[in-house]
């Protein structure tokens, strides 16, 4: 249990450093969308040679294929009710819930791959992203909403 707090920890570091950078300094969008597509790419391929592998030894085919599936639906219901609820006036609520849905799967996948004695690929995957996503989330918030609220969010 302490190497996962003690990894949990080591990914989330970059969440606060990209929120500060981003409050701190102009992030510009072509270096942001670079370093996304790394970031997005680093992930796809941990998904890919950790987590499915893993459940396709353990799992049907079937089963591996709906949980993809109902993960990507998931994700695309909740984009919609909150582009519905709040339309393109409030960028901040809809990042925070993108980073939740985002978050909270991808720490219980981390959670269950690090008790596995493995998920070093997932960690860096997640540590890469993670920055990124809260250097361009906290970007857009802050079009909103002041420097203190966006850090105290990320």
């Known amino acids: 249990m302490g190497e996962a707090f003690v990894v949990g920890l080591i ?6 450093a990209g929120a500060v950078l981003a409050t701190v300094g102009t992030v510009r ?5 670079t370093v996304l597509a790394f970031a997005s790419g680093a992930m796809m391929a941990a998904v ?7 459940a396709d030894r353990t799992a049907s085919i079937g089963v591996v294929a709906a949980a993809l599936l109902g993960g990507a639906l998931t994700y695309l219901v909740v984009d919609a ?3 519905y609820r709040f339309a393109s006036t409030a960028v901040g609520p809809a990042l925070f819930i993108g980073v939740l849905l985002d978050g909270i799967p ?9 008790s596995e004695q493995g998920g070093l690929a997932l960690a860096a995957a997640i540590f890469v992203g993670n920055f990124p996503e809260a250097l361009g989330g906290a970007a857009e918030m802050l079009r909103e909403m002041s420097r203190r ?3 105290a969010i990320w």
């Open 81 to 83: 009710a909150v582009e």
């Open 48 to 54: 890919a040679l950790e987590l499915v592998a893993e």
């Open 106 to 114: 991808e720490n219980v996948a981390l959670g269950g791959s690090l």
């Open 11 to 16: 990914v989330a570091v970059p969440l606060v």
């Open 149 to 151: 609220a966006v850090l």
């Open 29 to 33: 969008r072509g270096l942001l969308a």
